[in-house]
């Protein structure tokens, strides 16, 4: 977990970033041409603690799907979500924060992580 500002803008600038750009090229966008992942390196990051239930998930997101594939977010999501659980109730693994933008308590990164622990009714996380 990073705590230091510089290193939550970096990696959120490039390691989140990547995956972001994939997930919009799977859907048919151009990650290139949205507002939200254009505002990212611009936005001051911080390491703070969240309220689960307070965070909200982006429907742009959920209710996407794989181009090529045809595969519904919502659906793998499930898979993921049944798989990341089993990993935390075994002490098999630790998560990251979620990233989030503060001012609208909107969920960036960590669609997984969120609704795992919101279906295992942890109150908080860590998040950026």
């Not at 990251?96 to 969120?114: A, F, K, M, S, T």
Request: a negative charge.
């Amino acid at each position: 977990m990073l705590e230091d500002s510089d290193d939550i803008h970096d990696f959120i600038n490039t390691e989140v970033r990547k995956e972001l750009d994939a997930d919009f090229e799977s859907m048919g966008e151009d990650p290139r041409q949205d507002a939200l992942l254009n505002s990212l390196p611009k936005r001051k990051w911080r390491l703070e603690i969240v309220g689960v239930d307070e965070v909200r998930m982006n429907p742009l997101i959920v209710n996407s799907a794989d181009l090529k594939t045809g595969r519904k977010f919502m659906e793998r999501l499930r898979e993921r979500r049944s798989e990341l659980r089993k990993a935390l109730e075994t002490g098999g693994t630790v998560i990251w924060p979620i990233v989030l933008l503060r001012e609208q308590q909107l969920l960036v990164d960590g669609y997984c992580r969120h609704s795992t622990l919101q279906e295992m009714n942890i109150p908080e996380a860590y998040g950026y």
